[in-house]
């Protein structure tokens, strides 16, 4: 049964309630009933309203303000019992009742909400134990959906958890689509394309999270701040995003950091032959790519763009935005030998 049909029979179950009410009241007078019939329908339109404006609230803010209107109450309840012992008039007290339990019913539901990520007081929020690593949540990021890996990575379940999508990711992504610029429309496309091949994959728990922090608005200080609330890990290729999450105390799994561990292992001194695709940016220049689209910088092969060259490794620069091989060519080692 849809949303839509239980509002449709809430509907007609306060009408007839309303016709009931009506025909009781008015000693089963037709008008009357007739009446509470209109007005159980006007009654029932108006909670529907009431129900729909609430998707705007946080169900983890309303849950926080309750938990300070109790605790409130229970604050202005001790302390009207101190206050009973002080000599006073029956009125003053009552007065002083109800001024204490305005005000710290007040405070605390504001203090309740301000805080309420450390409230953690919804089911789906309290992690309790990680008894299993299947257990944990991860935060996919726009960058990591977008780059498509992550289901050559899921199907084959070195990484075991629950995803999870933000509804501010998924928005994001949209607009990303809707973009009047070619290659971002391409690039958002795609990243919807992988998100519904993850979602029909039975393996993989793909779940769309509806949580929204409405005063932050960066996207990335969102997901870090959901990935502090759920405990979850932060799933990305973004780097300045992997430095934040890692400043705060999340954990993150960099497809970037994955990617650069199964590269085979270069060191100083072993040669390749590689294909000079382009000039560098400094004097004498050439830029190669291996297989793995690995950037290879060699040392005074400007000449030789678009040719084979064998090239020795100088030395390697890897980082979680990527690696990089810096190399100089074999000949001008073996020249240098020779003189």
């Not at 726009?142 to 379940?157: C, E, F, Y």
């Not at 973004?238 to 561990?261: R, W």
Request: charged share 20%; with cysteine; net charge positive.
């Amino acid at each position: 049964m849809t949303i839509i049909s239980v509002r449709l029979f809430f509907i007609f179950l306060a009408t007839t309630a309303g016709y009931y009410i009506g025909s009781l009241l008015g000693n089963l007078s037709v008008q009357v009933a007739a009446m509470g019939a209109g007005i159980g329908f006007i009654v029932s339109i108006l909670v529907i309203l009431i129900e729909l404006s609430l998707r705007r609230f946080s169900v983890r803010n309303l849950s926080a303000a309750v938990f300070g209107l109790i605790f409130g109450f229970f604050m202005a309840w001790l302390l009207m019992f101190v206050v009973r012992l002080i000599p006073m008039s029956e009125s003053i007290y009552s007065s002083l009742n109800i001024i204490f339990i305005l005000i710290f019913c007040y405070l605390g539901m504001v203090i309740a909400m301000k805080g309420n990520d450390e409230f953690n007081l919804v089911i789906p929020y309290v992690r309790f134990s990680r008894e299993e690593e299947k257990n944990q949540i991860i935060i996919l990021d726009t960058s990591v959906i977008i780059d498509g890996r992550i289901v050559d990575i899921a199907k084959t379940r070195f990484i075991e958890g629950r995803f999870l999508v933000p509804r501010f990711v998924l928005r994001e992504l949209q607009q990303v689509a809707d973009s009047r610029d070619a290659l971002k429309r391409n690039r958002g496309r795609r990243g919807l394309d992988v998100l519904n091949r993850l979602q029909k994959n039975p393996h993989i728990d793909v779940k769309i999270h509806e949580e929204d922090f409405a005063e932050i608005k960066d996207v990335d200080a969102k997901i870090v701040k959901l990935g502090k609330v759920l405990g979850a890990k932060v799933f990305t290729n973004d780097f300045n995003l992997n430095k934040i999450a890692e400043l705060q105390g999340v954990n993150v799994l960099n497809i970037n950091d994955l990617t650069n561990a199964l590269k085979p292992v270069v060191l100083p001194g072993e040669e390749m032959d590689v294909k000079v695709a382009k000039a560098g940016k400094e004097y004498n220049q050439g830029v190669a790519y291996l297989d793995d689209g690995t950037m290879v910088v060699i040392d005074n092969a400007r000449q030789l763009v678009g040719q084979n060259a064998r090239v020795v490794v100088a030395s390697v620069l890897q980082t979680s935005a990527g690696r990089m091989i810096f190399a100089n060519r074999a000949d001008d080692r073996s020249g240098r030998k020779s003189r």
